[in-house]
């Protein structure tokens, strides 16, 4: 349902010298749902204490490489009824 709504997993490339706001217009531009919303960004890491880790702003390409690493960055949009309608950017599957 998330998927078809937009919401699903992507992967995002940004410029290593892009600022936080460049950062978050490319966010809003492969999930635009999220503007309806904001967002934080939560870092997952394995092993015996794994888990969820918040990901503290400004949300630079420097400062998240830094905290995570090679490791995957997930996106929580702060409302917690989206509306989850398909969307035509859904059907998009865009790697840069």
Do not use: W
């Amino acid at each position: 349902m998330l998927s078809k709504a937009g919401l699903g997993e992507k992967a995002i490339r940004l410029f290593a010298d892009a600022s936080p706001v460049e950062c978050h217009d490319r966010i809003l531009e492969h999930f635009p749902k999220l503007a309806e919303t904001g967002y934080e960004m939560f870092l997952y890491q394995r092993g015996v204490e794994g888990g969820f880790f918040a990901i503290n702003q400004p949300y630079s390409p420097k400062r998240l490489k830094d905290a995570a690493g090679s490791a995957k960055i997930f996106l929580r949009p702060l409302q917690k009824d989206l509306e989850v309608e398909p969307t035509a950017a859904a059907n998009d599957v865009s790697h840069l």
